[in-house]
């Protein structure tokens, strides 16, 4: 059984979009959510959902299925467009198995039923928090393997390539301190932007891309990766 403490260790920097069409439900589980979570918005429906997701990204995603304009079948299969490896919950009563089939293709494995069960809703956010957790308090290690035989180790900020050091600028280590907290996480110039301004420091998009090429000519070919109309993120090693 898992305890609001035990939880809250793995949750409390990440964030999460919950999106479900009943408002009295919507208001009372976005309460209880921001007891764990760093950053809870919430939508009313799958269109509006996308809004968000395209604009700020979000660490977990938590949608009811029958939802007005976009259900949540649909909305689902658009972020998985944007993001295949996003984490996604999804709430389902009982007298919607006729869902569930076409979900589990799309890749779905957590399933909350309504009505909502506490326990059962810290034991699925545990589950799915220590799976993207990014350092060693949350077991998982600080160095990060990235692909081509590069390794970035946040706790003491270097990056090496083929065991040979990197030099990076202290406005490139705020860049990797970002792109490593999530391995393989796509972040937009939003997130970026946002990140700087939380390490006191002011970007804007032209001097991301400026620092983005720079970078680029300190890194093996493709692994600081451009995703069109979204932003950036690294490609970590497969087999890792």
Do not use: W
Request: with cysteine.
């Amino acid at each position: 059984m898992i305890n609001s403490k035990e939880l809250v260790q793995y949750t409390q920097h990440l964030s999460i979009l919950f999106v479900e069409d009943n408002e009295e439900l919507r208001q009372t589980t976005a309460e209880i959510l921001r007891n764990f979570f760093e950053k809870v918005d919430t939508a009313s429906n799958g269109e509006e959902a996308l809004v968000y997701f395209n604009k700020y990204r979000y660490d977990i995603v938590l949608t009811d299925i029958r939802m007005p304009r976009i259900n949540g079948v649909s909305l689902i299969e658009e972020i998985y467009k944007l993001q295949s490896d996003q984490v996604i919950m999804v709430l389902s009563a009982h007298d919607e198995s006729q869902y569930l089939f076409p979900l589990i293709n799309l890749g779905i494995e957590q399933f909350i039923k309504k009505p909502i069960d506490f326990q059962d809703l810290l034991e699925a956010f545990y589950k799915a928090a220590k799976k993207i957790a990014p350092n060693k308090e949350n077991g998982i290690d600080d160095v990060i393997v990235l692909a081509k035989g590069c390794e970035y180790d946040r706790s003491t900020r270097s990056l090496t390539y083929n065991a040979q050091s990197i030099y990076l600028t202290k406005f490139e280590l705020i860049f990797m301190q970002l792109m490593t907290k999530y391995p393989g996480k796509v972040y937009s110039n939003e997130d970026i932007v946002e990140f700087y301004f939380t390490n006191g420091e002011t970007m804007d998009l032209q001097n991301i891309r400026k620092l983005v090429s720079k970078l680029r000519k300190k890194l093996p070919k493709d692994i600081l990766e451009s995703i069109y109309g979204v932003g950036y993120k690294l490609a970590i090693d497969p087999l890792r």
